[in-house]
């Protein structure tokens, strides 16, 4: 009985971050365009020098509390989501260096950007491997949709990060390290979603037993 009593609240947890990985960057980029903005940014991160600053802010916020708020099955889920949580929530409140460079930002500046940078490489390798985890104990289409999501959490982080050394002077790498990042919060989202209809479908299989 406790289970099922936790299964409803889970559910709509999962659904919830699922909902903000996948919304939060359309929301960006959709209100960069509407309030006048002629390019996105080179990065999620650079909204926040855009019109787009409060909802980068409040969009990461909410979705780094709704992992904070998650509870694994076992502890170490709970770690994980919660340093997932607590990562995006610094991402958002540490402002990256604007594109125009860091030349002119004092030295306490440089450093908020470096733990920017910092929490911004932490935040989805640990997304990744929520992703693996919740491949566990799920059947053969479930479990290929989350290893796939992490495969390409893991690989959107690593081309995000050499592109700042391969292409440091080419637009090229703005435009990478832009798609990189939409791709793992999508990424991210599907798993979520994908992990809540299981829940769903689930405890609808169990309510029918008790009916049966």
């Known amino acids: 009985m406790r289970n099922r009593d936790r299964s409803l609240p889970d559910t709509v947890l999962h659904r919830l971050i699922g909902g903000l990985c ?20 080179g990065s999620l ?8 600053r409060d909802f980068f802010i409040g969009g990461l916020c909410a ?4 992992l904070l708020a ?27 260096r604007p594109l125009a460079g ?6 306490w500046q440089n450093i908020v950007a470096d733990l920017h940078d910092l929490f911004a490489i932490i935040a989805p390798l ?20 989350h290893r796939a999501c992490a495969v390409t959490i893991f690989t959107c982080t690593f081309l995000a990060v050499i592109s700042g050394f391969i ?18 919060l999508l990424a991210s989202g599907t798993s979520w979603l994908t ?3 299981s829940m769903h479908v689930t405890r609808r299989r169990m309510r029918q037993e008790v009916n049966a």
Not at 129 to 139: N, Q
Not at 170 to 177: E, F, K, M, V
Request: proline residues 6%.
């Open 126 to 145: 640990a997304l990744g491997v929520i992703a693996l985890r919740l491949a566990r104990a799920r059947r053969r289409p479930e479990a290929a949709i």
């Open 22 to 41: 996948v919304s939060l960057p359309l929301v960006l980029t959709i209100g960069n365009l509407v309030s006048g903005g002629s390019t996105p940014p």
């Open 63 to 66: 979705l780094g509390a709704s």
């Open 70 to 96: 998650h509870r694994g099955p076992e502890r170490f889920d709970t770690l994980i989501t919660a340093g997932a949580g607590a990562s995006l929530i610094m991402v958002a409140l540490c402002p990256t």
């Open 167 to 184: 292409f440091i002077s080419i637009d090229i790498s703005r435009c990478t390290l832009l798609v990189c990042e939409v791709l793992t």
């Open 195 to 197: 992990c809540a209809g």
């Open 45 to 52: 991160s650079g909204y926040y020098y855009t019109d787009m």
């Open 102 to 107: 860091g030349s002119h930002l004092t030295e």
